[in-house]
């Protein structure tokens, strides 16, 4: 697969068509495995690491839904691409900073991603759009059997998937849900919600996952036990309290339209004032400027822009993305590109991102 094609279009989980998808931007499912045969890969040697890849690959492009998959040589590519991938959501950081021979298998809608020799030999995720974890938790079920055909997973009777750590023994599956609470922040209920997450044994994390700061009012909220209770049992865990914050943040929302109208109106107004005029701007403040507009949007005070752009513009604006979308031009200030970018983009000018969306 040419990285290039991933630059020019946007992933099915950022086009905002799922179910409850102005709240919840995405529905995804992990599944942590290690074949049997091979030490985990903390502790194998470069040529253990070869061979995992090696046969993980040929064996994935064997079975009916590898055949639909486009294969990523993660140990080859450039400093840049690794990241690009990460800001995709397609790979992991700790993916693109590992050693030797890796690599990542995605399908055309990026809603299946199989990491090689990332903590784990094998790192199944499905993302879909909005809230879909029923939908995500069927898909994987399939690739996961077929998988499990051509390879022996390393597993106990006792204790379930054998993973290399040990919060990811059992059933190895992360069941997360990336959501967008704005008004929770503004209304300064976020850390009373989170506060009754922990006590549930949830936990929460920002846009790239565990170790990765809240940008935007984006949060993860996903599982923290994997041993003990059944798949199905974590994945309803997470679907019952999905809807429980959904309407926390609606309410907060219409208390912010009925209240602070005015105030409201005038935050999302300067947002969309700067992201369109800025002569240069940083990541974190385009994700908190975006994160206004997107309420804006969806609470009718801005008319003329789709959820589907400013979702595209949230990963677009990312550093490697726009590296990307200059050719590899390194001698532009990245602030100085975003909001020429941005500019372009709000001017009508970014035709081709509009049209992916589409």
């Not at 200059?326 to 590109?337: H, K, L």
Request: hydrophobic share 40%; aromatic share 6%.
């Amino acid at each position: 697969m040419r990285l290039d094609t991933l630059t020019n279009s946007i992933g099915e989980w950022l086009r905002g068509t799922g179910p409850d998808s102005d709240i919840v931007m995405s529905s995804r499912v992990r599944l942590a495995r290690n074949l049997a045969q091979f030490p985990f890969v903390s502790r194998a040697t470069e040529q253990d690491r070869a061979d995992t890849e090696r046969v993980l690959r040929e064996r994935i492009a064997a079975v009916p839904v590898g055949r639909e998959l486009d294969y990523i040589d993660v140990g080859h590519l450039a400093e840049i691409d690794r990241r690009f991938l990460v800001e995709r959501q397609l790979i992991s950081r700790e993916h693109a900073d590992a050693q030797g021979a890796r690599g990542v298998a995605i399908d055309r809608l990026e809603q299946v991603s199989l990491m090689i020799n990332e903590e784990d030999h094998l790192r199944i995720q499905c993302m879909h759009s909005g809230l879909d974890l029923h939908g995500a938790w069927e898909q994987i079920k399939v690739v996961d059997d077929q998988i499990e055909r051509v390879v022996s997973y390393a597993f106990h009777p006792r204790w379930g998937y054998l993973t290399a750590c040990p919060t990811n023994v059992g059933t190895g599956i992360r069941v997360s849900v990336m959501l967008h609470l704005p008004a929770l922040v503004i209304t300064r209920q976020i850390d009373k919600v989170f506060r009754s997450l922990h006590k549930i044994s949830l936990a929460v994390r920002g846009l790239y996952g565990e170790g990765s700061q809240a940008m935007g009012d984006f949060y993860q909220i996903s599982n923290q036990t994997t041993l003990g209770r059944t798949e199905d049992e974590l994945v309803q865990q997470v679907a019952d309290v999905v809807p429980v914050l959904i309407d926390y943040e609606r309410r907060a929302r219409d208390f912010l339209v009925r209240e602070t109208q005015q105030n409201v109106h005038d935050q999302v107004s300067r947002a969309y004032g700067i992201l369109r005029t800025a002569q240069t701007i940083s990541n974190e403040e385009t994700m908190q400027l975006l994160s206004r507009v997107r309420m804006g949007v969806l609470l009718g005070l801005i008319g003329d822009v789709k959820l589907s752009d400013i979702n595209s513009l949230l990963i677009r604006t990312q550093p490697a993305h726009l590296q990307k979308l200059r050719g590899g031009d390194e001698d532009s200030s990245d602030d100085i590109e975003r909001a020429r970018y941005l500019r372009h983009h709000f001017e009508g000018g970014d035709s081709q991102s509009r049209a992916s969306a589409n």
